[in-house]
């Protein structure tokens, strides 16, 4: 086997745009430009290298409202351009003077801010050039984050039941990309595939010096208001994933990991909010999570388990007009069933027409950790490779814990979306 060259064959001049530093030497007049000249070559490399970590919140900056007041826990956040944003104390905004349009909600953005602190005297000039004629200047530098409000309008959503969950559920299908083979009928169909770019310089960089925090909506449910309300994980997105697999991901249209994890934690923050009017202690209730607004769900999610058919409590608030089944396995297999779902589908209860496919899947006790007080929902795969079969698997339904699985729409009649 041949080795490889060590020498190129060809090659190009440095290009413009690297890093500059400050190179010393004996005899150099060190002036303020020179340190400035440092201070900029790490601050350029520590948003390089911060950039290529992904952009997200590292901890904190939650976000709580009490009396027509917006706080903003102390917390750090990436910006997708490799700004570091950091607070260490507690950001409050007054919600008094914001204009009360029941069509319009707010972007609640965690954004790069910087400023001086503290002066000192100038002790004059080094050389012979022309120097500065100020007595005092501002002795340190400081960067943080500020807090912006951005304002959104959404036409209707005056009329909609919980405006929290119906943004909340359009801004998650705002943010799913296509895949790029997502083609149509078009009749140059073949042409559009082959036109596609493929190519890795495609991804443009990130600019950006903000991170979204949530969303800032008056609540109601039904007609009753409540005032304001945040709702975090819409927008909000941990830090934990390279801008360029995540970007690639949302061209093939895959879920990233931080998104399925946003739109799991949003639905369980919500059914805990809206939790008292489902009546789950209440062994006659018949209130569904459609009756309360929730009828978008993410693909997969955690239910309360009943005190004695464990799936009672969940097949009551999925409704009845879903196909699917119960099944039974190890708490680890309900959550790798959890796992599992995460590029499959949104799930829309209350449409007959088009029932959504969803298993329930209930964890069996354990000697070390007792019976667990929950059960997995998740949206079934639609897989279909000519025969009947179930896929391969699935975590088996048992003999003495199940519900009959419903004959399903015929496959050629099914949509199916993600969002």
């Not at 819409?234 to 990233?256: A, H, K, N, S, Y």
């Not at 805990?272 to 978008?296: E, F, H, K, N, V």
Request: glycine share 10%; net charge neutral.
């Amino acid at each position: 086997m041949t080795a490889p060259q060590t020498q190129p064959d060809a090659s190009s001049t440095m290009a413009a745009g690297g890093f500059v530093s400050q190179l010393f030497f004996d005899g150099l007049h060190l002036r303020a430009e020179h340190l400035q000249r440092m201070q900029d070559f790490g601050a350029d490399l520590v948003r390089t290298t911060a950039a290529t970590l992904g952009s997200g919140v590292h901890a904190g900056l939650g976000l709580s409202v009490s009396n027509a007041v917006l706080t903003v826990s102390p917390g750090a956040a990436i910006a997708p351009g490799g700004r570091l944003l950091r607070s260490a104390q507690p950001i409050s905004l007054s919600l008094a003077e914001l204009d009360p349009v029941e069509t319009r909600y707010w972007l609640v953005v965690a954004a790069a801010a910087s400023g001086t602190a503290g002066t000192e005297p100038v002790a004059g000039g080094i050389c012979d050039c022309g120097c500065d004629d100020r007595t005092s200047h501002a002795a340190t530098g400081v960067d943080g984050l500020a807090v912006r409000l951005v304002r959104a309008d959404r036409p209707g959503l005056a009329a909609v039941r919980d405006p929290r969950a119906t943004l909340a559920h359009e801004l998650f299908q705002a943010e799913q990309h296509g895949p790029p083979i997502r083609l149509g009928t078009e009749p140059d169909n073949e042409l559009k595939f082959l036109n596609r770019n493929w190519s890795a310089a495609s991804r443009a960089a990130p600019i950006s010096d903000e991170v979204p925090l949530g969303i800032l909506v008056r609540g109601r449910n039904g007609v009753h208001a409540f005032g304001w309300e945040t709702d975090e994980w819409v927008l909000r997105r941990e830090l934990g994933e390279p801008p360029g697999p995540r970007w690639w991901e949302g061209q093939l249209g895959l879920r990233p990991r931080t998104v399925f994890l946003a739109q799991v934690l949003q639905f369980q923050a919500l059914f805990a909010r809206r939790a008292d009017l489902l009546g789950l202690s209440d062994a006659a209730a018949t209130t569904t999570l459609a009756d309360i607004g929730l009828d978008r769900l993410p693909p997969a999610g955690f239910l309360p388990a009943g005190p004695r058919s464990r799936e009672s409590i969940a097949q009551r608030l999925l409704g009845g007009g879903i196909l699917g089944q119960v099944c039974t396995g190890r708490p680890d297999d309900a959550i790798a069933a959890l796992a599992r779902a995460r590029h499959r589908p949104r799930i829309t209860l209350g449409d007959s027409d088009r029932p959504a496919a969803v298993d329930i899947i209930v964890p069996e006790p354990t000697a070390a950790d007792g019976t667990p007080d929950w059960v997995v929902f998740v949206h079934r795969d639609d897989l279909f490779c000519g025969r009947d079969d179930p896929p391969q698997g699935r975590v088996t339904a048992s003999d003495t814990n199940t519900t009959p699985r419903k004959k399903a729409t015929p496959r050629a009649a099914r949509t199916t979306g993600r969002s």
